[in-house]
């Protein structure tokens, strides 16, 4: 069983910081893809930002150079560092453990965090 929780989130000013956590814990083994997706009021959930356990990463063109994703293997956790914040950047933030090698392919999600820009 894996277990995704989530931290951080909150109310911030527009162009100000949020810094999001997610820690994996079970039975995770490489490959695997941790994310952030998020979803806005009426809207379908979409992708933020994904790290491989290579390390490779993938941005949403919405948040790109606004967005860092960091990740540490040993910890299984992934950090997403959110800077120039709009108000269309609120939203349920949510992380999210693709267990790529697993068969059948597994993928988990946390309980989600609020983000809300606003002034």
């Known amino acids: 069983q894996v277990q995704v929780v989530e931290s951080g989130g909150g109310l911030v000013q527009p162009g100000g910081s949020l810094r999001l956590s997610c820690s994996a814990s079970?039975?995770?083994?490489?490959?695997?893809?941790l994310g952030w997706y998020r979803q806005a009021p009426g809207k379908q959930r979409e992708l933020v930002a994904t790290i491989t356990s290579g390390g490779t990463t993938n941005y949403a063109d919405s948040v790109k150079g606004r967005f860092t994703i960091s990740g540490d293997n040993a910890q299984k956790m992934v950090n997403l560092q959110m800077n120039s914040l709009k108000p269309e950047d609120t939203a349920a933030y949510y992380c999210?453990?693709?267990?790529?090698?697993?068969?059948?392919?597994?993928?988990?999600w946390g309980q989600g965090t609020q983000v809300t820009v606003s002034s």
């Open positions: 999210n453990a693709d267990l790529v090698a697993s068969s059948p392919r597994k993928v988990y």
């Open positions: 079970g039975s995770i083994f490489r490959p695997y893809v």
